[in-house]
């Protein structure tokens, strides 16, 4: 009895001594987003929640729901804006579906950056800064910052080569459902044809659609390789991943945990980073190894044929000046 009486002495005590966060109430998170479960949006939440578990000491985690299981991209920014998600991952030029961030329109135009360097210096300046700021001001939601790269945007097909925007004429080619992309795309001469994502590899199998754009990342995951032939490494958008939360769910927490938070998403972007090349030179031998042909086109005709949209669009879906700005941004 005496030895019972003072193991739970001990323990008491024990428990007494811990950090203060340590005795804290847990806090989960739960992020949700619309890529499959093997993609960089949920490998890069996952580095997320690792480190948000170190730099709390366990009093925080996350739950992560991949695949748009709590709904498509427009239904998970109203739910983030509605405070029923905590947070969300996505490519950060598709914030455009709230129409006070229609302004990031400009970010997803053809050969806007130079390269992925000259994609992070945006992020990091002043430019960025001011119209994320109007952005989280009129949507009520806490930008937390970058969350890793993308692979540049490209053209795959399965029985042409595309060289030039004329080798691409009449072809039905699958692409978002983002304006500009697919005024892009008609200026190059395709088709731009809706394709759901859960129906992109059926669709290219079965002919409906000649070739979808993306970068080597979502191909090589969604096992595209296996229904394309070509990879035309235009390059035409550089981008990245972003991480929102909740306003409310933001001011829930203690400024320690927003600190935590903050911190961890730093962490994982730094990983996500030094990991970035080594990542997509893998993706490309994988896509290769599955008889995929890597082709280098001509870029400065996809850029020159592209360039007329940009000058129509100047000063309409965004300031007068802004895209030479950002483009001429070291």
Same mark, same amino acid.
Request: proline fraction near 5%.
């Given at each position: 009895?005496?030895?019972?009486?003072?193991?739970?002495?001990?323990?008491?005590?024990?428990?007494?001594?811990?950090?203060?966060?340590?005795?804290?109430?847990? #806090?989960?998170?739960?992020?949700?987003?619309?890529?499959?479960?093997?993609?960089?949006?949920?490998?890069?939440?996952? /580095?997320?929640?690792?480190?948000? /578990?170190?730099?709390?000491?366990?009093?925080?985690?996350?739950?992560?729901?991949?695949?748009?299981?709590?709904?498509?991209?427009?239904? *998970?920014?109203?739910?983030?804006?509605?405070?029923?998600?905590?947070?969300? #991952?996505?490519?950060?030029?598709?914030?455009?579906?709230? $129409?006070?961030?229609?302004?990031?329109?400009?970010?997803?135009?053809?050969?806007?950056?130079?390269?992925?360097?000259?994609?992070?210096?945006?992020?990091?300046?002043?430019?960025?800064?001011?119209?994320?700021?109007?952005?989280?001001?009129?949507?009520?939601?806490?930008?937390?910052?970058? %969350?890793?790269?993308?692979?540049?945007?490209?053209?795959?097909?399965?029985?042409?080569?595309?060289?030039?925007?004329?080798?691409? $004429?009449?072809?039905?080619? /699958?692409?978002? *459902?983002?304006?500009?992309?697919?005024?892009?795309?008609?200026?190059?001469?395709?088709?731009?044809?809706? #394709?759901?994502?859960?129906? *992109?590899?059926?669709?290219?199998?079965?002919? %409906?659609?000649?070739?979808?754009?993306?970068?080597?990342?979502?191909? #090589?995951?969604?096992?595209?390789?296996?229904?394309?032939?070509?990879?035309?490494?235009?390059?035409?958008?550089?981008?990245?991943?972003?991480?929102?939360?909740?306003?409310?769910?933001?001011?829930?927490?203690?400024?320690?945990?927003?600190?935590?938070?903050?911190?961890?998403?730093?962490?994982?972007?730094?990983?996500?980073?030094?990991?970035? !090349?080594?990542?997509?030179?893998?993706?490309?031998?994988?896509?290769?190894?599955?008889?995929?042909?890597?082709?280098?086109? !001509?870029?400065?005709?996809?850029?020159?044929?592209?360039?007329?949209?940009?000058?129509?669009?100047?000063?309409? /879906?965004?300031?007068?000046?802004?895209?030479?700005?950002?483009?001429?941004?070291?």
């Amino acid at each position: 009895m005496l030895k019972r009486l003072m193991t739970v002495t001990v323990a008491g005590l024990a428990f007494a001594l811990l950090p203060l966060a340590a005795q804290a109430a847990s #806090v989960s998170l739960k992020i949700a987003h619309v890529a499959p479960p093997t993609s960089s949006f949920q490998i890069n939440s996952e /580095r997320f929640a690792k480190h948000l /578990r170190q730099v709390s000491g366990g009093t925080m985690d996350v739950e992560i729901v991949p695949g748009g299981a709590l709904g498509n991209l427009v239904q *998970l920014w109203a739910q983030l804006r509605a405070g029923s998600l905590d947070m969300h #991952v996505i490519d950060i030029g598709a914030i455009l579906p709230m $129409k006070e961030a229609r302004h990031f329109f400009i970010v997803t135009m053809p050969y806007l950056f130079r390269d992925q360097a000259h994609w992070r210096s945006f992020l990091a300046g002043d430019v960025f800064a001011g119209m994320m700021a109007k952005a989280e001001t009129a949507t009520g939601i806490k930008y937390v910052g970058p %969350l890793g790269d993308r692979p540049p945007r490209a053209l795959t097909t399965r029985k042409k080569k595309v060289m030039t925007p004329a080798d691409m $004429k009449g072809m039905k080619i /699958r692409t978002p *459902l983002n304006p500009a992309i697919t005024e892009v795309f008609k200026a190059w001469g395709a088709a731009p044809t809706p #394709v759901k994502g859960s129906e *992109l590899y059926q669709s290219l199998q079965s002919g %409906l659609v000649n070739g979808q754009e993306n970068g080597i990342d979502a191909v #090589v995951q969604a096992g595209l390789t296996e229904v394309q032939k070509y990879f035309m490494n235009t390059r035409y958008i550089h981008s990245g991943i972003g991480m929102w939360i909740s306003g409310a769910k933001w001011q829930s927490l203690s400024a320690e945990q927003q600190g935590w938070v903050t911190a961890a998403a730093k962490a994982a972007n730094d990983e996500a980073v030094a990991a970035f !090349d080594g990542e997509v030179a893998a993706m490309f031998a994988q896509a290769k190894a599955k008889g995929m042909e890597i082709v280098e086109p !001509d870029i400065a005709a996809f850029r020159a044929a592209a360039r007329p949209i940009v000058e129509a669009w100047d000063g309409k /879906r965004w300031p007068k000046g802004m895209y030479d700005k950002i483009h001429a941004m070291k």
